[in-house]
């Protein structure tokens, strides 16, 4: 395979937690917590892919933290939970503020010393990004945050994709969508970055089975920390 020129990160689940909302939703609704956190998150992606299918125009697209509050109510009211406006706030504020997985920085730092462009390709808008992304300080190990906007559609749709191809090749033209690897926590995303030409790493933490499409990202990995051997042995020792 041809060598790695970039590494575009997703963002929610890849490098922030999204269930670590779990912790302060549990505080609110005792019992419920994890639940919540589990039906928010399966609600706020199937919207995305709501809007974006309803209208392959983007007249339907919303943004991204309009559909993750829409989820938060739908999550609520089908759990028969009481979300007052109060909590409402606290929950959304807890959003914007995600945990950064631990090792994220470092392996950031690491990729950027192999000479690697590093990014972010996002269904977030950027206002959510740049919080987020300031909120774990990463903002010295990306040289690019690339939220889908301005195309006013969602991933996997293939522009999503391009997108991120059509940014990295400002800066260097030689780079084709097999010279990025693109990392992912989420299943579906990491198959959808496959079939439009990526390099994909499946970030697959909880172990869970592959996506039943006959399609398998290009790696597999438990951990961030695999990147590092992985980019080595792709690019002899070499970016």
């Known amino acids: 395979m041809p060598p790695v020129h970039a590494v575009l990160f997703d963002a929610y689940g890849t490098l922030f937690d999204v269930y670590s909302v779990g912790l302060l939703a549990e505080q609110l609704f005792p019992g419920q917590g994890q639940v919540l956190a589990a039906l928010w998150r399966d609600k706020q992606i199937e919207y995305t ?11 339907r697209y919303r943004p991204f933290w ?19 406006r109060e909590r409402e706030d606290q929950l959304m504020n807890q959003y914007r503020h995600l945990s950064a997985f631990p090792e994220n920085r470092e392996v950031l730092q690491q990729v950027r010393a192999l000479g690697l462009v590093t990014g972010i390709l ?40 391009a997108l991120g191809l059509q940014t990295l090749c400002a800066a260097r033209p030689d780079t084709t969508a097999r010279n990025v690897l693109f990392v992912s926590s989420n299943g579906w995303d990491a198959v959808g970055a496959t079939w439009f030409g990526y390099t994909t790493f499946w970030l ?5 089975p592959p ?29």
């Open 66 to 84: 309009e559909l993750t509050r829409a989820g938060l109510r739908h999550a609520c009211a089908r759990l028969k939970l009481d979300l007052t």
């Open 49 to 59: 892919r709501l809007v974006s299918m309803a209208d392959p125009a983007g007249g």
């Open 204 to 208: 697959n933490r909880a172990g869970l």
């Open 122 to 161: 996002s269904n977030g808008d950027p206002a959510m990004l740049k919080v987020a992304v300031k909120s774990a300080g990463l903002q010295n190990v990306l040289d690019t945050v690339i939220s889908v906007e301005p195309l006013r559609c969602y991933k996997p749709d293939p522009r999503v994709y």
């Open 211 to 239: 996506e039943e499409l006959d399609t398998r990202p290009s790696f597999e990995g438990r951990s961030l920390h695999e990147l590092l051997p992985l980019l080595q042995r792709v690019n002899g020792g070499s970016a």
